[in-house]
């Protein structure tokens, strides 16, 4: 075995979305390829690598949180991300920070830490996103079954309440035939689920003059893959033709997760959404019409400035009325230079935590009547690296949680199973069936 006790070492943080924690991937195999080691977040590292997120302020705080643990260790600290792009200087100002690196230079990570090597002193490093037009391909490939594909990146939305365009900039995207050379890697790596990531993954085509649709389709030709998973989709994007297509596919998992944000057309309106909530149960309905055993998720935020009660109670009963199988639910944060932030009619810190319980609470019973549903049915599980107390763990294709007695590792494995019971973790207990 390979001595690598004098190998640089270098550890990683990473906060936010699935598209973060793709890109934390590639950059790490930049770092092993240079010859560094990989090493936990809280043991002592050369380098620690904090890849940010700036959706909400506790997201912010938990980035500072991260920062103070890594310059207590003695490395370097780097800070990319969002936040980076976002608010590089207020970052650069706290204790311990080394090197600050923004949208467009976070995959240059290597030669800015030589140029600090070199006592080329720069430390902040941030260009106008308007100017960031560049797609760096990311993917992860970890101990996971499950693989993040990074397929598009920035947003043309001009949503009120959020920074995400002005942390990555335009809607962009490499052509198909990049995609499917990195799904090729990640199926010859062994993973055999892709989830397909990005800023807002329905817009992908809009750099190079294609659309989604023709993406899913060229995706279920690759060979090695057993499952396709969409990280989440405009509910104005998805539309009946990739609905009827994934109905259809072998390989295209029967879950959905559409943001709804909110269930009241007034607040949709104040926060320039794309669409009325008539058309998200539109969509909703086709799903089920085609797909009645599928998953589907939404986000949601409370307390939008402005929402009423009567408001919250017309996104709680569309809601409940929609039979979603969960929820996302986020507080309304307030995040510098966005539109909402001058929106007047605040609604009160303790109001917003009220809706948050009742929406979550909501959550839970439309989870749980989801599994229910399907206990004593069969189901073909794909198995992941989850293996405690002689327990194997994985999901259906319609995203429910099932484990299994088991005394060998079944990571990467498709097996029929049998939907037992619930299990005091609120999963599914499951017996094996034969093929």
């Known amino acids: 075995m390979e001595n690598t006790d004098n190998k640089p070492s270098v550890a ?3 906060l936010g979305c699935k598209l973060n924690f793709a890109e934390t991937a590639t950059i790490t195999r930049l770092f092993i390829e240079k010859g560094y080691r990989k090493t936990a977040f809280n043991a002592d590292a050369d380098i620690y690598v904090i890849n940010t997120c700036s959706v909400t302020a506790q997201a912010d705080k938990k980035c500072r949180q991260a920062i103070k ?25 706290l204790q311990g920070v080394d090197l600050v690196l923004g949208t467009r230079d976070k995959f240059n990570i290597l030669e800015r830490l030589e140029d600090l090597e070199r006592g080329i002193n720069q430390r902040v490093h941030s260009s106008c996103i308007d100017t960031v037009e560049d797609f760096n391909a990311s993917f992860s490939l970890s101990d996971r079954t499950r693989a993040f594909l990074k397929v598009q990146d920035g947003c043309d939305y001009s949503c009120t309440y959020c920074t995400i365009p002005l942390a990555r900039g335009k809607s962009r995207n490499p052509n198909i035939n990049n995609i499917l050379e990195n799904t090729r890697e990640i199926a010859a790596s062994g993973i055999r689920e892709v989830v397909l990531t990005g800023v807002n993954i329905g817009d992908f085509g809009k750099s190079t003059g294609d659309n989604f649709f023709n993406l899913v389709k060229a995706l279920d030709t690759v060979e090695g893959i057993y499952r396709y998973r969409i ?75 402005g929402e009423t009660d009567d408001d919250f109670e017309d996104t709680f009963s569309f809601i409940r009325d929609m039979g979603l199988s969960y929820l996302h639910v986020f507080p309304y944060s307030e995040r510098p230079d966005t539109k909402s932030i001058h929106f007047k009619e605040k609604v009160p810190a303790s109001t ?3 809706r948050v319980k009742k929406l979550i609470d909501l959550s839970e019973r439309l989870r749980h009547n989801f599994y229910a549903a399907h206990i004593g049915t069969n189901q073909q599980v794909l198995f992941e690296n989850s293996f405690v107390n002689n327990k194997a763990a994985g999901f259906t294709n319609n995203y429910i949680r099932i ?33």
Not at 69 to 74: D, E, F, I
Not at 250 to 269: D, E, M, R, T, Y
């Open 231 to 305: 990280s989440s989709i405009e509910p104005n994007l998805i539309t009946p033709e990739i609905i009827d297509y994934i109905a259809n596919s072998q390989k295209f998992a029967q879950h959905f997760h559409i943001p709804l944000q909110s269930g009241c057309n007034k607040i949709l309106g104040l926060m320039s959404r794309r669409y009325k909530r008539e058309l998200y149960a539109e969509r909703v309905n086709e799903i089920r019409k085609k797909l009645p055993h599928a998953c589907i998720g939404a986000d949601v935020i409370v307390g939008f400035p």
């Open 352 to 354: 917003k935590e009220i």
């Open 403 to 435: 484990e299994v007695d088991s005394d060998v590792t079944l990571r990467g494995k498709l097996a029929l199973v049998h939907l037992d019971k619930f299990n005091e973790n609120g999963h599914v207990n499951g017996s094996f069936l034969i093929n």
């Open 69 to 93: 643990k890594a310059s207590q260790n003695g490395g370097k600290v780097v800070v990319i991300g969002c936040y980076s792009q976002l608010k590089p200087d207020e970052i650069a100002a």
């Open 12 to 14: 990683f943080f990473t």
